[in-house]
T-cell receptor, first 110, second 112 residues
Framework: RKEVEQDPGPFNVPEGATVAFNCTYSNSASQSFFWYRQDCRKEPKLLMSVYSSGNEDGRFTAQLNRASQYISLLIRDSKLSDSATYLCVVNLQQGGKLIFGQGTELSVKP | NAGVTQTPKFQVLKTGQSMTLQCAQDMNHNSMYWYRQDPGMGLRLIYYSASEGTTDKGEVPNGYNVSRLNKREFSLRLESAAPSQTSVYFC???????????FGPGTRLTVL
């Protein structure tokens, strides 16, 4: 079983749609959680951290369920510029290595 | 302030050839990482360096060696390239008190 698993893509949605990505992780000792964004043929960049209480950044909302070992990312009012691959990332311990999911591709169409 | 730079951007090798991928950062970060990214596999850690003078194996170290030349530079060497090493290679850095990793633009390597 992969340590971090994500929904298979691609997700093709119209502009203005709401889309949700899911991610599960296998190690219950995982301490920190993140969503990274990767544009086509570019490097990954941090989109947002994921906190236990859930957190929001504009149109993006991240949720964490430690009991189910489940992370989600919700994007509201999708824009063309949201088209990218979204990577679910887990950190086992402070200062430790990051474990990346394989990514979910999002394509927002006009 | 260039952040994280990688050279070369593209490279084509023949099986058995050797090469070194270079990574440099001007962020004064202690930790540096080398990843490879393959379709459907996500980013996999090859080697990392928690600080100058130390290196450790990651998930997929076979066929690679690394050198942490100084705080700024972390190189990845392929001694005898194989087609299975065709991939996109990313270097990343992380500061002491932060979780976020900052990535370089990547090196696209093809081994024929």
């Amino acid at each position: 079983r992969k340590e971090v698993e994500q929904d298979p893509g691609p997700f093709n949605v119209p502009e203005g749609a709401t889309v949700a990505f899911n991610c599960t992780y296998s190690n219950s000792a995982s301490q920190s959680f993140f969503w990274y964004r990767q544009d086509c043929r570019k490097e990954p960049k941090l989109l947002m951290s994921v906190y236990s209480s859930g957190n929001e950044d504009g149109r993006f909302t991240a949720q964490l369920n430690r009991a189910s070992q489940y992370i989600s990312l919700l994007i509201r009012d999708s824009k063309l510029s949201d088209s990218a691959t979204y990577l679910c990332v887990v950190n086992l311990q402070q200062g430790g290595k990051l474990i990346f999911g394989q990514g979910t591709e999002l394509s927002v169409k006009p | 302030n260039a952040g994280v730079t990688q050279t070369p951007k593209f490279q084509v090798l023949k099986t058995g050839q050797s090469m070194t991928l270079q990574c440099a950062q001007d962020m004064n970060h202690n930790s540096m990482y080398w990843y490879r990214q393959d379709p459907g596999m996500g980013l996999r850690l090859i080697y990392y360096s928690a600080s100058e003078g130390t290196t450790d194996k990651g998930e997929v170290p076979n066929g690679y060696n690394v050198s942490r030349l100084n705080k700024r530079e972390f190189s990845l060497r392929l001694e005898s390239a194989a087609p299975s090493q065709t991939s996109v290679y990313f270097c990343a850095t992380r500061g002491m008190a932060a979780y976020e990793q900052f990535f370089g633009p990547g090196t696209r390597l093809t081994v024929l």
